[in-house]
T-cell receptor, first 110, second 113 residues
């Protein structure tokens, strides 16, 4: 089983839509979870950390389900500028080695 | 906002040559990382560095790779005797403490001919 798995998509949604991505991880001892976004041929940029109680930042909501070992990202009221690849990132073992998912591609259509 | 800077932005090298990729992490960060991303593939962890030594490394980080913090600001990745399959984007990242979000530089595109 891969350390981190994501549905690669692509997700094509109209502006204003709500879209959700899931990510599963294999190591139950993982401690830190993040969502990053990556634009084509650019560096990953932190979108948000994921906390046990769930957290929200504007139109973005992240949740963690430790029992089922998955994290999710919900984007409300999608904007054209949300078009990117969304990367799920999880730390492993001692906490100093981070694993990236393959990314989920999102295109928001006018 | 402080940022991680990487040089050069693009490096073209003949197979078998040595390359050094340079990074200046955010100044008050203590943990430093190198990742690579082969075109069209996922970001892969190479190595983490803390307190002047490697703390973790992946299977990719074999004997041809080394890292160094030669002074108080630079963090370098050296690849000895490059291979065609080393062609990728190499990202440096840093974080303030363990388990905190990592901030990425904009990468060095390495092309091996």
């Amino acid at each position: 089983r891969k350390e981190v798995e994501q549905d690669p998509g692509p997700f094509n949604v109209p502006e204003g839509a709500t879209v959700a991505f899931n990510c599963t991880y294999s190591n139950s001892a993982s401690q830190s979870f993040f969502w990053y976004r990556q634009d084509c041929r650019k560096e990953p940029k932190l979108l948000m950390s994921v906390y046990s109680s769930g957290n929200e930042d504007g139109r973005f909501t992240a949740q963690l389900n430790r029992a089922s070992q998955y994290i999710s990202l919900l984007i409300r009221d999608s904007k054209l500028s949300d078009s990117a690849t969304y990367l799920c990132v999880v730390n492993m073992r001692t906490g100093n080695q981070f694993y990236f998912g393959t990314g989920t591609s999102l295109t928001v259509i006018p | 906002e402080p940022e991680v800077t990487q040089t050069p932005s693009h490096q073209v090298t003949q197979m078998g040559q040595e390359v050094i990729l340079r990074c200046v992490p955010i100044s008050n960060h203590l943990y430093f990382y190198w990742y690579r991303q082969i075109l069209g593939q996922k970001v892969e962890f190479l190595v983490s560095f803390y307190n002047n030594e490697i703390s973790e490394k992946s299977e990719i980080f074999d004997d041809q790779f080394s890292v160094e913090r030669p002074d108080g600001s630079n963090f370098t990745l050296k690849i000895r005797s490059t291979k065609l399959e080393d062609s990728a984007m190499y990202f440096c990242a840093s974080s303030s403490t363990l388990n905190q979000p990592q901030h990425f530089g904009d990468g060095t595109r390495l092309s091996i001919l």
